[in-house]
């Protein structure tokens, strides 16, 4: 493991312990937002600062980028649509109460992405995870997860003391149901998010998740 991902492990137990401090807020912030670049593309933060997403990703091959090893087993671009499409229904609709990034019809994402689906893929069969893999339109993908990116730094930075110690409001919870963000076999995402606070969102879906994804990534390209 690089000394770069040992500092952000360290840096994310840091934060877990801290995190829901009202006292501690500007620390918090600040570290949320280190954590949150170092798993994104440092287009999005600052430009020399280490990025894993970059490290993982820039010198990959599109022939990698789709490749499922076996069948049950997930492509790169099945894990980054994936930990992509939670990142911006949860912090848009359960933290921000924003509409979500995907939603903007100006930019028309699906569209651009290639994809007929919506939801995180929780669920996928063998069949959908190879069809968004041959469909997906890598680059777009690519900036649809900077503009998630960027758009969740946001809505951290307007966050109050104290707003993260708040818990999901279950309309919210009941929006992304509606919205059939999830398949039915991922409904049980909606009973953990439920029971987290916005922190809870924050240490997992934009930071943890993040990085679980991109570390199979890593051991796929390898």
Do not use: C
């Amino acid at each position: 493991m690089s000394n770069e991902r040992v500092l952000w492990n360290t840096r994310q137990k840091e934060l877990k312990a801290i995190i829901a401090k009202p006292e501690h807020h500007e620390s918090v912030i600040q570290i949320i937002l280190a954590q949150h670049a170092a798993v994104h593309s440092a287009r999005i933060a600052e430009p020399d600062a280490w990025s894993f997403e970059d490290e993982v990703l820039n010198d990959m091959s599109e022939e990698n980028f789709r490749r499922i090893p076996k069948p049950g087993v997930n492509s790169i671009a099945w894990h980054i649509y994936h930990s992509t499409r939670i990142e911006d229904i949860t912090l848009n609709t359960l933290v921000g109460d924003r509409p979500q990034v995907f939603d903007e019809q100006e930019q028309d994402w699906p569209g651009k992405i290639g994809i007929r689906y919506r939801d995180t893929g929780n669920g996928m069969n063998d069949e959908d995870v190879k069809e968004l893999s041959a469909s997906v339109h890598i680059p777009s993908l690519r900036d649809y997860r900077n503009a998630v990116g960027l758009r969740t730094r946001e809505i951290v930075l307007a966050m109050r003391p104290g707003d993260l110690k708040q818990k999901i409001d279950p309309s919210r919870i009941a929006r992304i149901k509606s919205n059939k963000d999830v398949r039915e076999e991922g409904e049980w995402l909606l009973d953990y998010w439920g029971g987290l606070t916005k922190a809870g969102i924050i240490l997992m879906p934009a930071t943890r998740h993040l990085i679980v994804h991109l570390n199979k990534s890593q051991r796929i390209k390898k």
